[in-house]
T-cell receptor
Framework: GENVEQHPSTLSVQEGDSAVIKCTYSDSASNYFPWYKQELGKGPQLIID?????GEKKDQRIAVTLNKTAKHFSLHITETQPEDSAVYFC????????????FGTGTRLTIIP | DGGITQSPKYLFRKEGQNVTLSCEQNLNHDAMYWYRQDPGQGLRLIYYSQIVNDFQKGDIAEGYSVSREKKESFPLTVTSAQKNPTAFYLC???????????FGEGSWLTVV
């Protein structure tokens, strides 16, 4: 089955700086890669996703890049703000195979004011 | 407001007791899911259902049971056979043939 590794497990950055979280996956059949943000005591919320036919996708201050050859994808958050502090999860699955969605172990991001 | 409602938010259970977690959605989604989240780990799939009256085991189904009698409801029972039930449980749903999964706010279960 799919195995998703996520690094780092914790990350602290100064407010205004950029944060990068990286994930690798093992199954070449995976072609959908979402990122979720989870605030303390709440359910994860989808913040951005990318499919394998696209190398990069941006949405305001967040972007995701995908290198399908190397089987890794990354989340980039620019101009970080205190409200970006949360746990971020990457995941991978084949198209429309939500039951096969495999999550990384999460990154706790702390923004230092 | 449309969304996924999980209840109760916090639940304490004595060892040997079964407990049922409720999940209701008014998004008209066909598929529903139950995940378990432990500290320092990713989400792990317990059960899923793609249509009413049908459900499938996920990666960690042992000690759990579900039912899907209505499209909007997918309750999870944590049985006494579950050896380590203390965890954060997340219910989710999605439209058919789409990848976007929406999560509820979660339920904390503690065995005392």
């Amino acid at each position: 089955g799919e195995n998703v590794e996520q690094h780092p497990s914790t990350l602290s950055v100064q407010e205004g700086d950029s944060a990068v979280i990286k994930c690798t996956y093992s199954d070449s059949a995976s072609n959908y890669f979402p990122w979720y943000k989870q605030e303390l005591g709440k359910g994860p919320q989808l913040i951005i996703d990318i499919r394998s036919n696209v190398g990069e996708k941006k949405d305001q201050r967040i972007a995701v890049t995908l290198n399908k050859t190397a089987k890794h994808f990354s989340l980039h958050i620019t101009e970080t703000q205190p409200e970006d502090s949360a746990v971020y999860f990457c995941a991978a699955s084949p198209n429309f195979g939500n039951e096969k969605l495999t999550f990384g172990t999460g990154t706790r991001l702390t923004i230092i004011p | 407001d449309g969304g996924i409602t999980q209840s109760p938010k916090y639940l304490f259970r004595k060892e040997g007791q079964n407990v049922t977690l409720s999940c209701e959605q008014n998004l008209n989604h066909d598929a529903m899911y139950w995940y378990r989240q432990d500290p320092g780990q990713g989400l792990r799939l317990i059960y899923y259902s793609q249509i009413v009256n049908d459900f499938q085991k996920g990666d960690i189904a042992e000690g759990y049971s579900v039912s899907r009698e209505k499209k909007e409801s997918f309750p999870l029972t944590v049985t006494s056979a579950q050896k380590n039930p203390t965890a954060f449980y997340l219910c989710a749903s999605s439209r058919a043939n789409t990848n976007t999964i929406y999560f509820g706010e979660g339920s904390w279960l503690t065995v005392v």
